[in-house]
C-alpha cells in the first residue's frame, strides 16, 4: 500500500505531525511518498520517496491532507480523475472535513485491516462563457461563490437549464455541493445537507429582500449565472475559496454536477453527525 501525504506547515504542529505520522505509516508497511518540495523538512527519513505530488498521488492508495478544511480542499484538487482516497488529519481549528484528529494518528493503521468506510462526494463543474475567449472550467469540491467587489450589492438573473428562474439583488451567490453545505453556504444561511447526497444548492449572499430562501436542485440541472453590468463591473468567481477570478462584461457562469468524485475516507461510523455537533452544535451551547 502506498500513501502520499500532503502537509500544510502553516497550521500549527503540522510539521510534528507529519514526522510522527510518516513513522506510523512505515510502522504499518506502507510506503510513504511526499512532494520534492518537502524533501528538506523529512531529510532524516530516507523511507520516504519524492515526485511531483501530483503524479505520485495518482499512483498511490490514498492521499493524506495534514491540516485543516482548506488543506483538505486543495489536496482533493490534485485527485480528481483518480480513484486514490482521501483522508484528513485535522491540525487546524474546525477541522470539519477531517477523518482523524492530530492525538488520534494510531488509527491510521485501520487503513490496512480495512476498518473504514468511503464517502463519495460529487464535484461540481463551472464554465465561464466570455465574448471573446474560450470557455475556462474549474472544478470545486465546496463551493462556487460569485460576488462582487467589496460586498457591493448587485443585479443578476439565474437560469435553470434554459427557464428563467429569477431576478435578484444581492451581494452575490453561493452554488454549494452537500460537503460544502457546512461551509460558505452555512454561512450565508443555507441549510446543511448529508454529504453523500448528489444536489447543488444555491444560497444567495445578502439578498436585499425578505422573501428570498435558499433552494436545492437536482444534480442533473445546469444553472447559469447573468450579471447586468449596468450596476456594478468587478465581479469575481471563487472556487473553493482560492484566488478570485475576475468575470468580464458579458460573461455568464455555468454550473453543473461533475463527472467526478473524491473518495473520503471516514474511519467512524457516523462521524459526519458525530462532527456536526461537537464542531458546530456544542460551541453555539
Not at 83 to 92: E, K
Not at 248 to 275: L, Y
Request: net charge negative; glycine share 6%.
Amino acid at each position: 500500500m502506498k500513501a502520499a501525504i500532503y502537509p500544510n506547515f502553516k497550521k500549527p504542529n503540522a510539521l510534528e505531525c507529519a514526522r510522527e505520522l510518516c513513522d506510523i505509516l512505515r510502522k504499518n508497511d506502507i510506503e510513504v511518498f511526499a512532494d520534492s518540495h518537502f524533501e528538506k523538512k523529512f531529510s532524516d527519513k530516507p523511507y520516504i520517496k519524492y515526485g511531483d505530488f501530483n503524479a505520485v498521488a495518482a499512483e498511490s492508495d490514498l492521499a493524506i491532507a495534514i491540516g485543516g478544511d482548506g488543506t483538505i480542499l486543495k489536496c482533493a484538487k490534485h485527485l480528481i480523475g483518480t480513484q486514490t482516497l482521501l483522508i484528513g488529519i485535522n491540525t487546524g481549528r474546525l477541522g470539519f472535513m477531517s477523518a482523524l484528529e492530530y492525538d488520534q494518528l494510531e488509527q491510521i493503521g485501520k487503513i490496512k485491516s480495512g476498518e473504514y468506510t468511503i464517502s463519495k462526494r460529487m464535484l461540481l463543474k463551472a464554465r465561464i462563457n466570455s465574448i471573446d475567449e474560450a470557455p475556462v472550467i474549474y472544478e470545486a469540491l465546496n463551493d462556487i461563490s460569485v460576488m462582487t467587489e467589496y460586498a457591493a450589492i448587485c443585479d443578476f438573473e439565474i437560469y435553470a437549464d434554459e427557464s428563467l428562474m429569477g431576478r435578484y439583488r444581492a451581494d452575490g451567490v453561493v452554488f454549494s455541493t452537500p460537503t460544502g453545505s457546512t461551509a460558505y453556504s452555512l454561512s450565508a444561511g443555507g441549510p446543511i445537507i448529508e454529504p453523500d447526497m448528489r444536489c447543488i444548492e444555491m444560497t444567495l449572499i445578502c439578498p436585499h429582500s425578505l422573501f428570498t430562501r435558499p433552494m436545492v436542485f437536482s444534480p442533473e440541472r445546469r444553472l447559469r449565472f447573468e450579471s447586468r453590468f449596468e450596476r456594478v463591473t468587478n465581479m469575481y468567481v471563487s472556487i473553493d475559496g482560492c484566488d478570485p477570478i475576475k468575470l468580464r462584461a458579458g460573461s455568464s457562469v455555468e454550473i453543473t454536477s461533475s463527472e467526478n468524485t473524491i473518495n473520503i475516507v471516514d474511519m467512524a461510523s457516523g462521524s459526519f453527525f458525530n462532527s456536526l455537533n461537537k464542531k458546530f452544535m456544542h460551541s453555539i451551547k
